[in-house]
């Protein structure tokens, strides 16, 4: 009978740290190398950019990125079940215009509720079409992002409408220990994200549905509800970005959001989620967000043209897709 050496248990050990360490690497591969991008831009622009490492200057970054950070991890549901919301940046303006127009005529409170009902519901037609009619969501939310935008402009006639409610105000504008309320409405969001996604049934149910859903239906669970959720949580936090950027700048405007949806989807593929599904990460789309946010406040301190930042965008989520494409998923595969 054969025993085990010292030695031969030291290179199963080592094999086993080594195979370890390689799966952790492959799992959070999308969360560590967009922190490390995320590192190497934030020194970039504390160098170079005068102004940029002021307390006030990262408290205002903060705020900025706040709207992107919230319907990020929202998206992060959305995507790793295998669909996406483009609608998303049009809530944002249909809700910024809306509630201005139900704050000037009623309740702030009311308003604000009526709000966020408007993005539930916006949402839920959008789940409901896609879970329910079997129709892509790309289309559904495609769909949703030209009508939501022109019943916006329709309702605001294209003007602005300004916001002086007391009530209101303060969720864009307020400040507690130094820090901006949308900034801890984010902090909030991506925590209580972060918990449903990776400790509760619900997450594992939303990662099962991007990874084999037909196994999952075979279970006994009803997928239908879980792609429906994911999207009315799409529409829910697009209505409460909706509310930030509107009380944030004091009016609701109808072309709030604009390419608002680019914006997240970009920083949510940076995070590490597979745009074909069956992976997400709350704190990678998170990073992801910061990443944007700090890569348009530096250019802008470095007298950039204001024009290059959406084509620096555009530039980065095609990269973004590319190693999404192919990187992640190779490593993914191969750890599989």
């Excluded at 003007?159 to 400040?175: A, R």
């Amino acid at each position: 009978m054969a025993t085990a050496t010292p030695s031969t248990d030291k290179q199963s050990a080592s094999r086993f740290d080594r195979g370890a360490s390689r799966d952790f690497l492959t799992e959070h591969f999308g969360v560590i190398s967009i922190t490390g991008v995320f590192v190497v831009l934030f020194a970039f622009f504390s160098i170079q950019a005068d102004h940029f490492l002021t307390a006030d200057n990262l408290v205002n970054v903060l705020r900025q990125v706040a709207p992107t950070m919230v319907v990020a991890v929202a998206m992060v549901f959305v995507i790793t079940t295998g669909n996406i919301d483009l609608s998303v940046g049009s809530i944002v303006g249909l809700t910024a215009a809306a509630l201005a127009i139900f704050a000037e005529s009623g309740n702030a409170v009311v308003a604000l509720l009526l709000t966020l009902a408007i993005g539930l519901g916006v949402g839920l037609v959008n789940g409901a079409l896609t879970a329910y009619g079997k129709l892509q969501a790309f289309i559904v939310t495609l769909a949703s992002l030209t009508a939501i935008r022109g019943v916006a402009l329709l309702i605001t006639d294209g003007y602005s409408t300004p916001i002086t409610s007391d009530v209101l105000l303060p969720l864009g504008q307020g400040k507690l220990l130094g820090i901006y309320t949308p900034t801890w409405i984010a902090i909030g969001t991506a925590v209580l994200g972060w918990y449903v996604f990776s400790q509760t049934r619900f997450g594992r149910y939303i990662t099962a549905v991007g990874s084999n859903a037909e196994a999952l239906r075979r279970s006994g669970v009803d997928i239908r509800r879980i792609q429906l959720a994911a999207l009315a949580l799409t529409g829910l936090l697009a209505g409460v970005a909706g509310v930030l950027t509107a009380t944030r700048l004091a009016s609701g405007s109808s072309n709030s959001g604009n390419m608002f949806e680019l914006e997240v989807i970009t920083a949510v593929v940076l995070g590490g989620t597979r745009l074909i599904g069956g992976r997400g990460s709350i704190l990678g789309a998170v990073i992801g967000a910061l990443t944007l946010g700090i890569i348009s406040n530096g250019l802008v301190l470095l007298k950039v043209d204001v024009y290059w930042v959406p084509i620096v965008q555009g530039l980065i989520l095609v990269v973004a897709i590319f190693l999404n494409s192919h990187l992640f998923s190779r490593m993914a595969g191969g750890r599989e």
